[in-house]
């Protein structure tokens, strides 16, 4: 139910708790910005409202000039039956609607306006949460490829030198708990590469991840596929 409401659609549409597969590598900025114009709800609303303003305008202008009122006029002349065109004009001849027009002029101009902040706006959401995508991702290398066989190996010493009697029992449940909680660790900065994720495709407006099909996931999956990249660069501030 989460899902459905962070998503905006209804939970049975995720009838299951695995996470979304995670692409291996990140989308590129050019990629995301080509994504955010074709595909960003906000955008391709105004793009509507931007249309209809056009249509507006073009009405305006078409009531620049009075509709001219076409009756038949009967005429006799020396005796002879004619018929004749009389033009009569309804509107001020000088009105040329251009209040109607300034005003639809200005409505168009404003949806122009409100379409180029909300491309600026995205741009710069894209490019932020593409940084901090970056960041968690690698925070996630170090903690999950370096960090915790690190924890691992300690633990397995820790049990050795219990067996042969060079440690105790008490140190080996100080590791033991160490492991654990290097494994929520592992855990905590998953679940924020998917965050981070989720921020990116809020900013450009499109869908990054796929949720996997119910029927073909593994049964025995128990945590999330996330790919990592290598840790070179500084991590992100807890």
């Given at each position: 139910m989460a899902v459905g409401a962070r998503t905006g659609v209804d939970g049975s549409a995720f009838p299951s708790a695995v996470a979304p597969r995670v692409p291996a590598d990140l989308p590129t900025k050019?990629?995301?910005?080509e994504r955010m114009?074709?595909?960003?709800?906000?955008?391709?609303?105004?793009?509507?409202?931007?249309?209809?303003?056009e249509k507006e305008l073009e009405a305006e202008l078409a009531e620049q000039y009075p509709d001219l009122d076409i009756g038949a006029l009967?005429?006799?002349?020396?005796?002879?039956?004619?018929?004749?065109i009389g033009i009569g004009i309804e509107l001020p001849i000088f009105d040329r609607n251009q209040l109607g027009i300034a005003r639809a002029d200005a409505r168009r101009n404003e949806v122009r306006d409100r379409f180029a902040a909300q491309v600026r706006r995205s741009l710069a959401d894209i490019d932020s949460a593409h940084g901090v995508l970056g960041i968690r991702r690698r925070r996630l290398a170090i903690v999950r490829?370096?960090?915790?066989p690190a924890a691992r190996r300690t633990l397995e010493l820790a049990r050795r030198a219990l067996e042969v009697g060079s440690a105790d029992g008490?140190?080996?449940?100080?590791?033991?708990?160490?492991?654990?909680?290097?494994?929520?660790?592992?855990?905590?900065?998953?679940?924020?590469?998917?965050d981070a994720w989720s921020t990116l495709e809020l900013a450009c407006g499109s869908p990054l991840l796929v949720?996997?099909?119910?029927?073909?996931?593994?049964?025995?999956?128990?945590?999330?596929?996330?790919?990592?990249?290598?840790?070179?660069?500084?991590?992100?501030?807890?």
């Open positions: 050019v990629d995301l910005r114009m074709r595909d960003h709800p906000e955008l391709a609303r105004l793009r509507a409202e931007y249309a209809v303003s009967y005429e006799r002349d020396e005796g002879d039956n004619r018929y004749g490829d370096k960090l915790q008490l140190r080996l449940l100080t590791v033991i708990q160490n492991n654990r909680l290097m494994r929520v660790r592992v855990l905590r900065n998953e679940q924020q590469v998917l949720f996997p099909d119910p029927q073909s996931e593994p049964e025995n999956q128990s945590e999330p596929e996330i790919q990592s990249e290598p840790a070179n660069q500084p991590e992100e501030q807890n």
